[in-house]
C-alpha cells in the first residue's frame, strides 16, 4: 500500500526533502500507523456501552467567553504578503 513513491509525492505536496535511506524508514513507520489505525476498524461499540463519564459532554465544557484579540497590524507587521488584513500564502492544491 505504501511505498517510496508515495512518501515522494506526500513529501512534495509538503515541500518537504526527504533522502531515500529516510523514505524507507518512513514507508515502514508510516506503514506500521496505518495498520495500527486499521486496527480501530474491528473495535464494536454497542449503543448500549457506558462509557463512565469519559468523553465530552457539553455540561462539562467550559464557558465561550469573547475577549480582546491580537492587534492585526502588530501581528502582520512581518509579513511577507498581505492583501485586505490577511495573509497571502501560495497555493498549494493542485
Known amino acids: 500500500m505504501l511505498d517510496t513513491d508515495l512518501i515522494t509525492y506526500l ?8 533522502n531515500e535511506v529516510d523514505k524507507e524508514k518512513l514507508v515502514s513507520e ?8 486499521d486496527t480501530m476498524n474491528d473495535v ?3 449503543e448500549d456501552t457506558d462509557l463512565k463519564g469519559e468523553g465530552v459532554s457539553p455540561q462539562n ?3 465561550d467567553i469573547s475577549r480582546d484579540s491580537f492587534d492585526r497590524e ?3 507587521k512581518n509579513a511577507a504578503h498581505k492583501k485586505d488584513g ?6 498549494i492544491m493542485e
Open 11 to 18: 513529501a512534495k505536496l509538503s515541500k518537504l526533502q526527504v
Open 30 to 37: 508510516m506503514s506500521a500507523i496505518v495498520e495500527l489505525m
Open 44 to 46: 464494536v461499540m454497542d
Open 61 to 63: 465544557l467550559r464557558e
Open 74 to 76: 502588530q501581528l502582520q
Open 86 to 91: 490577511f495573509f497571502v500564502v501560495p497555493k
